[in-house]
């Protein structure tokens, strides 16, 4: 399961909608230089991997507040309790590593990624709920254009 940041400006930009949306290019081209060869987010899915934010409004400013994470945390802890079979979670960016941080906490569970730059902690492996997690940069919107080692 890939959890990005938050829904987009635009709704005509999420991973699911029609005419080739700023979410799924970028998803799609993170993908690729990782060396998955796709070409649409149908075959993502296809390969079992779903797409979805932690934050599902869409986001209208640079930062998200500390406390629009812990709400919006209670949203995407109940959509994972839909995935039980879920083997991997790809943490794309702060907001997302918060979040799942955020879901531990509340139930008393050990933080699952621990504080620091994510090109710090990115080689260490981290655990939620029993499923690996991996810590990554933001791969969707405006801020996705990262350095090539990092994309790596």
């Known amino acids: 399961m890939l959890i ?3 829904a ?3 709704l005509a930009d999420y991973y699911y909608a029609d005419n080739n949306p700023l979410f799924a290019e970028t998803t799609l081209l993170a993908f690729r230089d990782a060396g998955v060869e796709v070409h649409s987010v149908h075959e993502l899915i296809q390969r079992g991997v779903y797409l979805t934010s932690a934050i599902k409004c869409g986001k209208t400013a640079y930062g998200i507040q500390t406390s629009t994470i812990l709400e919006c945390s209670r949203l995407l ?3 994972l309790s839909l995935f039980p079979y879920v083997k991997v979670y790809l943490l794309m960016g702060d907001v997302a590593i918060k979040a799942i941080n955020s879901i531990a906490k509340r139930n ?3 933080r699952p990624v621990p504080a620091g730059s ?3 902690i990115r080689g260490d492996e ?3 709920r029993g499923k690996r997690i991996f810590p990554s940069y933001l791969q969707a919107g405006p801020s996705f ?3 090539k080692a990092n994309a790596r």
């Open 8 to 10: 987009p400006e635009k």
């Open 77 to 79: 802890e109940r959509e």
């Open 118 to 120: 994510t090109y710090k």
């Open 126 to 128: 981290f655990f939620f």
């Open 108 to 110: 008393g569970e050990p």
């Open 4 to 6: 990005s940041e938050s």
């Open 145 to 147: 254009f990262i350095e």
